[in-house]
């Protein structure tokens, strides 16, 4: 039973950023919407917010793993659904970038 505690240990360090990263990976909803409102916009100015957004979560997850020497078992899980979220935004930005939005497709309705 201790394994499992030096494992899972230090959640008041795990858990606050893990919400965090979970709160951060719906701003890619608004970045859409406004990119759906100005289409005539080029690339280069959504592109940042939207690279910016990525960094912020990959830093999140990174520093805190680094900063509070979390557990293997607790770093894992972190690391993993900064990863997974990383990911999620990615599919969703590009799904409705290139098949909605600048295609004006059937995604395009979809779009909050």
């Given at each position: 039973?201790?394994?499992?505690?030096?494992?899972?240990?230090?959640?008041?360090?795990?858990?606050?950023?893990?919400?965090?990263?979970?709160?951060m990976?719906?701003?890619?909803?608004?970045?859409?919407?406004?990119?759906?409102?100005?289409?005539?916009?080029?690339?280069?100015?959504?592109?940042?917010f939207?690279?910016?957004?990525?960094?912020?979560?990959?830093?999140?997850?990174?520093?805190?793993?680094?900063?509070?020497?979390?557990?293997?078992?607790?770093?894992?899980?972190?690391?993993?659904?900064?990863?997974?979220?990383?990911?999620?935004?990615?599919?969703?930005?590009?799904?409705?970038?290139?098949?909605?939005?600048?295609?004006?497709?059937?995604?395009?309705?979809?779009?909050?």
């Open positions: 039973m201790g394994i499992f505690y030096y494992a899972f240990s230090k959640p008041e360090y795990t858990y606050p950023p893990l919400f965090l990263i979970y709160l990976s719906f701003m890619i909803v608004p970045i859409v919407v406004v990119i759906n409102k100005y289409r005539n916009v080029g690339w280069c100015f959504y592109l940042p939207y690279g910016l957004l990525q960094i912020i979560i990959i830093t999140i997850g990174i520093t805190t793993s680094v900063v509070y020497s979390l557990p293997p078992a607790s770093a894992m899980i972190l690391t993993a659904e900064m990863a997974r979220m990383s990911m999620k935004m990615h599919a969703y930005f590009r799904e409705k970038i290139v098949n909605g939005i600048n295609r004006d497709g059937e995604i395009a309705k979809f779009i909050p």
